[in-house]
């Protein structure tokens, strides 16, 4: 792991970013129990906050977080099919049904090399 602290475990899930009044559309790439990467094309700055609901196929409710954008990953638009451009997300409130999610996924899931939140 680097400085920036817990290990990052790849997750693929679907999920909504509401920045502001506007909802974008974003595929979680990985997370951790701290944070996770949204790639999305939501017009986000750092330090903004912003709320995802993490979309759940085998229930009837998303799971809701609240976070502050800690990073951004810009693609120029002839780039975005091979380059993943997104935000990456540092969780302030999440429901438990995150963390429980979230041990139930990691399982025998591998790292992401390289990097830590």
């Known amino acids: 792991m680097s400085e920036r602290g817990e290990q990052r475990f790849k997750k693929r899930m679907s999920c909504k970013v509401r920045v ?3 909802d974008h ?6 997370v951790s129990r701290r944070g996770l990467f ?10 903004d ?3 995802v609901l993490l ?3 085998e229930a009837k409710s998303a799971i809701k977080l609240e ?7 810009r ?8 380059t993943q451009a ?3 997300l540092q969780i302030s409130h999440a429901e438990e049904s995150y963390y429980a999610m979230l041990a139930e996924a990691l399982q025998g899931a591998v790292p992401v090399k390289g990097h830590a939140r």
Do not use: C, K, N
């Open 20 to 22: 502001g009044q506007r």
């Open 67 to 73: 976070a502050g954008v800690r990073w951004l990953r």
């Open 38 to 47: 949204v790639q999305t094309t939501a017009a986000a700055s750092v330090g």
């Open 86 to 88: 997104g935000i990456g």
């Open 55 to 57: 979309s759940r196929p």
């Open 49 to 51: 906050r912003v709320e």
């Open 25 to 30: 559309s974003g595929i979680v790439l990985d």
């Open 75 to 82: 693609s120029p638009a002839q780039l975005r099919s091979v």
